[in-house]
């Protein structure tokens, strides 16, 4: 019997209703002649609210003790879906992420996967159950309960995939992959097959169909992904190799991020150890830099402006603070009306022309970007919020998203 | 230093607010230079609804997987808690069930602790953390999460403080143990000590303030309990050995129990062997009985009655039928409104009397009985919940109580 992986995420078991209709979506394919392997995340806003009442003891909630509190959300989803499928008369276990065997490493609430001991889950397969495993979670070698980040539930069900060699598939509240955010740009088209590598790009540029990391397993183990809606029937999207059937386009697809937290550094007198010290201070408190930008030096000094996620804006603080001890003449402004366009596409390997070709869309329309990057097969822009629409309008229409 | 268990009730960590106030109250004994291990249950009604979440997928949700979820309660006040100490400035680290080393065997829902490995608490306190442990949960030897059933959490803490060979502490909502129900009798004394053997029979009868098997352990390893309220500084109860300052009162308390439900067998083949196959069945559901009665044969034909726990009721229905299928004229009858009433005191081994003194008083206020049992140390009756206030108030005042 083939061994498949479904994952569901929150808003797919946010209901008690929910969940017994994911147990029936499950069952179907278990009747088909297939072992199921079932990642879910927490219910609905259950990891939010989790999360708002550890900010009220603490604005800053000690890490370990943050991912002991979120793990409840899936270990919570995890015993109600199993006790669907024993209610409809299917043998099930429930795992939490130590009980499956998922092992990481890393910094609480960001940590990856190390390994995954399958012994647990294939002697509970081999006794016909349905394993229903907790998504987001793992264990590190302190015995500590770990979580993965946000999205991290994609990653175990790969992860898993990966392990037991086997096709995984991820539904969630869209149809499939599209080339531009349907809530932002409404002809976006659904994309039947995109290959990892773009995938990968679109996700890790905030398209919030699937976390980059997850793709990547599935990428390095060759795992094809498929995402769908969870319900109803209509036909999703593979994530796979690139092959023949996806060339003849340029650009697969645009992506949108809103958050973006511009910090600039304005001041810095023109040294590279400078330089080096702001990054130091802003690695030191695990933030995930994205763009970097920096004014040409105007007498002797330069600002040096970077680009990471809304929810390190806690730390800018501090590390104003350690900066200024260091470099009093500094000074530290923040933007968070920012969005991030990123054109994404294999086929910009080959062809080369579609920065020159973003530009002048953005110039015909008068946007104004404020920092650029590139990748084999994307090209990023930093605008502001309140030309975001227009942007992608222009963009989606020019390069036929 | 020192090692002092302190175990806190849903109620007392029912609000961040009140988690907050908890950490205080532990630091303050920290402070005075003991090593903490602090245990808590899920916060005020958390069981209770994820109960319910249970109970919308199944009227009888598999057990394993119930505790799966209902252990989620507790995960989350453990995380929550020790980040109030990382708040305050103290080092502390949250343990789950089976962080904690609690090894478990039983049923589940129902298990008992057979071990605790304390390496993983003892080497926390050693680096000066506050370790807070999951009440109510373990582990068993298959790897599952398991509970102690309801109220399991005293359990945890006085196992803990058996091993620590240390005092437990219990916080809860009332100000210790009182001779009555103050909720029932408003003039009930609170005891300002009570011996293990009285606060056994008091808690297995239905006295709210502890559970049977905690007091039990605390015998067992002669560990002192002490009973206080939560919220400020008045003296509770400590439990402990039997001494002289606890002499001269025969009854010590009147325990008031209303979850009872009293299921009559009727005309049943008077047989040894029918009565035993009704107790057969019984015992095959898990169901505890705690009295029992039979009517006098007629006509060849007996009707017995038992008493159990009222969360027991799902499953008569089934045990009618299984009883049926052997017995086709038996039928069964079940009555709910029914109170026990139970004097205890260690007073009444040396002194004969009680009994004859309870059934004038019944008899002085036309109260009629249905069943009644005795111990060593304890008489219990069991009647209509009608009488009940009536019978308190006759029997506490007729006992100095």
Redesign the interface.
């Known amino acids: 019997m083939a061994v498949v992986v479904q994952k569901f995420g929150g808003t797919s078991v946010g209901t008690?209703e929910k969940?017994?209709a994911v147990a029936k979506k499950v069952i179907e394919r278990k009747e088909q002649g297939n072992e199921m392997v079932v990642v879910v995340s927490a219910m609905g806003k259950t990891t939010d609210s989790?999360i708002s009442?550890?900010k009220?003891?603490?604005p800053n909630?000690?890490k370990?003790?943050?991912d002991?509190?979120v793990?409840?959300g899936e270990?919570?989803s995890?015993?109600?879906l199993?006790?669907?499928f024993?209610?409809y008369g299917y043998n099930?276990?429930?795992l939490?992420g130590?009980?499956a065997g998922i092992k990481t490493e890393g910094h609480h609430t960001k940590n990856t996967i190390t390994d995954i001991d399958l012994r647990?889950v294939k002697k509970h397969l081999k006794e016909g159950k349905i394993v229903v495993v907790a998504g987001f979670q793992g264990i590190n070698e302190n015995?500590?309960?770990t979580t993965l980040g946000r999205g991290g539930s994609d990653t175990t069900a790969v992860a898993l995939a990966a392990k037991l060699k086997c096709i995984c598939e991820i539904y969630t509240d869209v149809e499939g992959v599209y080339s531009v955010d349907p809530r932002v740009y409404t002809k976006a088209k659904k994309l039947d097959a995109i290959s990892y590598e773009e995938m990968m790009e679109m996700a890790s540029l905030g398209a919030g169909v699937m976390e980059t990391r997850a793709v990547e397993l599935g990428f390095k183990y060759n795992i094809p992904i498929y995402v769908a809606m969870t319900h109803g029937n209509k036909v999703g999207t593979m994530i796979k190799e690139y092959d023949e059937t996806m060339e003849g386009k340029i650009i697969t697809g645009l992506t949108i991020n809103d958050d973006v937290l511009m910090i600039t550094v304005n001041n810095v007198e023109y040294k590279s150890r400078n330089i080096a010290l702001i990054f130091d201070m802003v690695g030191k408190h695990n933030i995930n830099i994205d763009m970097i930008s920096q004014t040409a030096p105007f007498e002797g000094h330069v600002n040096v402006s970077f680009t990471c996620s809304k929810e390190d804006s806690y730390a800018i603080a501090e590390i104003a603070k350690a900066l200024q001890a260091e470099m009093p003449q500094i000074e530290l402004s923040q933007e968070s009306e920012i969005a991030k366009l990123s054109v994404v596409g294999i086929g910009m390997m080959k062809q080369s022309g579609v920065a020159a070709k973003v530009f002048n869309i953005f110039a015909d329309n008068n946007i104004e970007f404020k920092q650029v990057t590139t990748s084999e097969i994307s090209i990023s822009y930093t605008i502001n919020s309140s030309d975001k629409q227009k942007a992608v309008d222009a963009l989606a229409k020019a390069l036929e998203l």
Do not use: V
Request: aromatic fraction near 2%.
């Open positions: 008690i969940i017994k989790l009442m550890a009220e003891i603490s909630p000690n370990r003790e943050l002991m509190l793990s409840t270990q919570i995890i015993a109600l199993s006790m669907a024993h209610e099930s276990i429930s939490t130590f009980q647990n015995g500590d309960i």
